[in-house]
């Protein structure tokens, strides 16, 4: 017999070991999901919509992914974190505002925190708190309030800073997505120059791909130099229905995949998932995160005051939406402790 | 002499030609600009930004590039070409609306095609022909319809499709400012979802880079079917210091370059070029496109009732932006024609 050449067999050999490799970074772009159906129904969908010359393919410029942000990519119990900087806010500037402590209402409470007191003051009242906490400064100050606050905060139970709390298997499902070419984009209640602060940096998404409920602003030279101040006036209240509305503004094309947790994402399952006609048979993804995991995030769904489930499990099922069952389908929850 | 062996004469050949190559399409990005200061000064600034290891080096996601589209990326005279879809809408929805020929105001001087009785309404006037062709339908009626204008649509003089008035050579630099890695987008005046509806086609803007005046919409699922509204409150005019809250909304970060034709463009140029610090010292460039060739497109400037350019010329020598001539400095101003 012939003696192959020591050339060929370690071509051979580097062909073998690029095949492997490109098969564990097929399956192990997801290591912290379970092999379950959860993690099967997502490759598949990636691989139907990026495999070249079948009728699923969906050209990469259309492969838009749309994520929530609270309770979808981080936690939001016992009550938003963006709420926590608000009260956090409140506290730091109340030796400004004497007053907040001697009068009734919404900043009393919030500098007691009392979170049910100032959800009684009513929208007027969380508006005032909003406006006091979250305009009349230049965005770049906003922005480095945001964050200095990220680096420095606790959350108040698990002790660990916020941004410890996001969720790794979302990281990965968005570092999947982006390798195959997906745009990802946050789509979230929460409000847009507070999450740009940071999705970057924690989310690997720059802040043109965040979307976010949005207080107007005004240009002007402040002793000569370009300034952006934030005000008041609300412009998109980025949540329920307001959700497809900010897609619409700020992407123009319809997702094929989103991803929420609660009644505020229905609407943008809905829109990214529900057929337009009977001839649009695009292969799309509507996904649910679960909180089914009391011992190592939180249990919560309908009842809950924060981040509530109930007409949006109901939809799932007739929807074809993928329902994740955080405690049975993610091996862990949170990245490793930095 | 020891003969070169042919294979290594060939790996010469071979580099020789790709260097070759690469020369040329640093040389011939910009055909249709005159060798001269302006193509000068953006290939030198390109360069500055891109060059890997030096102070001036720009990261790639960092690159934004804003362009004005009304005078910058195509001509906007004897009216914007928006106002002419407008008025073209009017006469297709007269018949539905026979008050419009009967009633005086700003729908009969449409009719009659005259726009200095349209502008002499004042905005509630032109707000309602606004509503009556902009909101009130579905955005993929929208969008259709603007399709169908584009495609049969003529300018009125020209005698040309109007996407047959876009500059070849803005052409070439957004081509240009791509292939060094910059996002090229859109910040005009003009309506974001009118421009959505050709952008890509005509200019390679894909819907998520066209940031224009908006008007609000709303989500509503009809016949079960998910469905943006277009509805006729403005929550956007893109214009003069509109143009750096646009900017600021939806990409959240500084362009380092903007180009513009007008005092509409003014804000947004400073809001590009001018350092916000002693320490800011990043390389920024602003263009202005000065209508200067009355023969090949149109010269008009400071006192024009379209594209004023009065305030943001006087500013250009301070500011060090670039005053573009296009007759002096286009080689060629429009595209071929097909």
Not at 55 to 64: C, G, L, S
Not at 74 to 97: I, K, N
Not at 114 to 139: C, F, L, N, R
Not at 229 to 240: F, M, N, Q, R, S
């Amino acid at each position: 017999m012939q003696r192959l050449p020591a050339r060929f067999l370690i071509t051979l050999m580097l062909l073998f070991a690029s095949a492997l490799a490109a098969a564990q970074t097929a399956t192990d772009g997801l290591p912290s999901w379970n092999n379950g159906a959860a993690k099967a129904a997502i490759v598949a969908f990636v691989q139907r919509v990026t495999t070249p010359g079948t009728p699923d393919f969906v050209p990469a410029p259309e492969r838009i992914a749309t994520f929530d942000n609270d309770g979808t990519l981080w936690s939001e119990q016992p009550l938003y974190f963006q709420g926590m900087f608000m009260l956090d806010r409140v506290r730091a500037l109340a030796p400004e505002h004497p007053e907040w402590r001697t009068q009734p209402g919404p900043f009393r409470a919030a500098l007691n925190g009392d979170v049910k007191g100032v959800m009684a003051s009513g929208m007027p009242g969380i508006e005032a708190i909003i406006a006091a906490t979250h305009a009349g400064m230049s965005a770049d100050d906003f922005e480095a309030t945001v964050h200095a606050w990220v680096a420095t905060a606790r959350h108040p139970t698990k002790n660990v800073p916020y941004t410890q709390l996001v969720f790794q298997p979302m990281l990965e499902l968005m570092n999947y997505l982006r390798a195959n070419d997906f745009k990802t984009y946050i789509v979230s209640g929460g409000g847009a120059d507070f999450m740009r602060a940071f999705a970057l940096d924690v989310y690997g998404i720059p802040p043109e791909q965040v979307i976010g409920s949005t207080l107007d602003a005004k240009y002007e030279l402040r002793s000569g130099v370009p300034t952006i101040v934030k005000t008041p006036k609300i412009v998109l209240i980025d949540d329920e229905a307001g959700k497809p509305v900010g897609i619409y503004r700020h992407i123009g094309r319809r997702p094929i995949f989103a991803a929420g947790n609660s009644d505020g994402d229905k609407q943008m399952l809905e829109y990214t998932t529900v057929p337009r006609s009977a001839q649009d048979t695009r292969p799309r993804l509507g996904m649910l995160v679960r909180h089914t995991d009391g011992e190592r995030e939180w249990a919560y769904d309908r009842k809950s005051h924060i981040g509530t489930l109930n007409q949006a499990l109901d939809d799932a099922k007739g929807r074809g939406w993928l329902v994740v069952d955080m405690k049975n389908d993610w091996l862990s929850v949170f990245p490793p402790a930095k």
